[in-house]
């Protein structure tokens, strides 16, 4: 208790020490923002007006791209205004409310992806019984469940919060993420470990899990080579997303902090690269050449054109 001294804020750790490599950064990070920003919200408007996309998978990813702008729009542009300040501090209540929001998106996004999981299952599993079981009210539902999952855990998660800095107030790290943070603290941090990284981390994993699970085993019994090749076209692009974030979120959040540079380099691809690369995925996916088979067709739910099919 002695050691205990009273802080106003802490210092965030740069990416780079040398000050042109530091430009160079902040304008490769400014572009990556802004692909960011231009194409999940081109990923929006489209869904939004063309009623063939009026499905709930697209109904997911439209979701899925409003989260990864928030998602980004809570670190990057903190982190391009360090790159060009000398001193890279953050207000101990800014840091708190940047560690909510960071981890309600996160929290978000692996929910949504596990929604969109269970889409998969439906579309290939029960192909039959796929309008029924993924009307709209299930999806919005679905939906619904994401945010609020993410707001309630979030919110526990920083009430529980109550951890002690003892002499250190520098963060080696470029945002204020739960480990890093926790790394410098002198309390019981068992908790919101318990919370940020199993209930987190193993609920919604769970689903994916299961979900794709079953979608092999599905797959697996497929005769024909042209069905179980668009088996697995219908759900590449999400399972191609679902290693790209999710792997690499539960490795950060299921290992002790270590303050290393690679930690770093696994949050920036998570956070940062991910966001970015979600919409070029899909983009790429959707260029036309896969069609789906008499057994696993789709059919729009959300507007009364028939004749459209899910391209997703």
Known sequence: MENQITMTEFIL???????????FLFLVFLVIYLITLLGNMLIMLVIRADPHLHTPMCFFLSNLSFVDICYSSITVPKMLVNFLAEQKTI???SCLIQMFFFLASGTTEIFMLSAMAYDRYEAICHPLNYIQNMSKWVCIQLARGAWAIKFTLALV??????VHFCKFNKINHFC????????????????NEAISSVIVGLGSSSVII???SLIISTILRIRSTERWHKAFSTCGSHLTVVLLFCVKAFFKYLRPASGSSFEKIVTVQYSILTPMLNPIIYILKNRGKDRPVQSLRERPMFSKHNGAKIIV
């Open 176 to 191: 204020c993420e739960i480990p890093p943070v926790l790394h410098i603290s002198c309390s019981d941090t068992l908790a």
């Open 91 to 93: 207000s101990i209540d």
């Open 13 to 23: 750790m740069e990416l780079a020490s040398d000050p042109q490599l530091q430009i």
């Open 157 to 162: 998660n920083t009430l529980v919060l109550r």
């Open 210 to 212: 299961v979900s794709y």
